[in-house]
């Protein structure tokens, strides 16, 4: 039996089950970056997305096999294989978790999120995208949102490490962005779905091979902690989360699915709390209350076509 009949014959979920699933997504990637936070304070960044992506692209082709979906990219499906994977899967996942090391979780999920407010001037002006009034309100309230992240008022910009760590995340977002316009005018050949785990293995051999050259082989304590820190990224953050995202895309309207992902980055906020002691301020709670509400503002004005958000560290559900 071919793939394209397996898939045919896979009967639809029903609108709860499509919910629940959607609500595992958000709590594994709102949780994800509590989890990478662990990871850095052990082993260096480039080899801890090296592993992470190497473990995902493995899982993921099993789960493909199994489901009869797998394939070898075509020639038309490279491009995006190798943007994604280069600017998402390597640049923004190095980028953000470097940046984890000064930043607290908090914070670097807010900044993480700010990526469709990059996404759609740069659309309007690159891709002559329309910019309704709405969404330029929306931007407009998101990038306020992110200018008082950076208030002299409770931002120390004295502080090096800190300043590093900000910018980083916020290049981050723009290395996001230039993979999520990418997605916009690429021909699709085959399904999303499908290229991750290719896009996830070149990203882990890039990084693997600047790793070496410029750390060394890794030294991996044999802790508990951080081989479950390991595999709850690569099986629940990346396998499950992008076999029930998958799912979710088929089952449930855009706009809930634009929308709820938008619940991430609180949830990432709530866990850091809960599992780091980090401390929830006022003002980084007014920054992400705007910030996610202009992206909300923006999703949902204009032509009905959803923006395209994914989080962190599951960088090719931006391509859906």
């Not at 891709?127 to 306020?144: C, D, H, Q, T």
């Not at 070149?202 to 790793?211: G, K, P, R």
């Not at 619940?263 to 301020?281: K, M, N, Q, W, Y």
Request: net charge positive.
């Amino acid at each position: 039996m071919s793939s394209q009949r397996k898939v045919s014959t896979l009967k639809a979920p029903s609108k709860n089950m499509a919910m629940f699933l959607f609500a595992i997504v958000i709590a594994s990637w709102g949780t994800m970056w509590v989890v990478i936070k662990v990871i850095v304070e052990e082993i260096s960044p480039l080899w801890a997305i090296a592993i992470r992506n190497g473990a995902a692209a493995v899982g993921l082709s099993f789960v493909l096999l199994l489901t009869g979906r797998f394939i070898v990219p075509r020639r038309g499906d490279w491009p995006i294989v190798l943007v994604i994977s280069l600017f998402h899967m390597t640049a923004f996942a190095v980028l953000m978790t470097i940046g984890l090391k000064y930043v607290p979780v908090g914070r670097s999920v807010v900044l993480g999120y700010t990526t469709p407010l990059w996404v759609a001037p740069a659309a309007w002006l690159l891709l002559k995208e329309p910019m309704p009034g709405r969404r330029i309100v929306g931007v407009v309230i998101g990038l306020v949102g992110t200018c008082l992240l950076f208030n002299p008022a409770s931002f120390d910009w004295h502080n090096t490490h800190a300043v590093f760590g900000n910018a980083l995340l916020l290049i981050a977002a723009l290395c996001w962005s230039v993979s999520i316009l990418y997605t916009r005018v690429h021909r699709w050949v085959s399904t999303p779905i499908q290229l991750v785990p290719w896009q996830a293995l070149i990203s882990s051999i890039v990084l693997a091979v600047l790793a070496t050259a410029l750390e060394g082989w890794p030294h991996i304590p044999p802790s508990f902690k951080l081989i479950s820190a390991f595999g709850y990224c690569s099986i629940v953050g990346v396998v499950i989360a992008y076999w029930a995202m998958t799912i979710v895309n088929s089952s449930l309207p855009a706009t809930t699915t634009s929308l709820g992902v938008l619940a991430t980055p609180i949830v990432g906020i709530v866990v850091s709390a809960l599992a780091l002691g980090e401390r929830i301020d006022t003002g980084l709670l007014v920054s992400a209350a705007m910030i996610i509400a202009g992206i909300a503002l923006g999703t949902t004005a204009g032509s009905g076509k959803r923006a395209v958000i994914a989080p962190a560290p599951a960088p090719a559900d931006a391509s859906k």
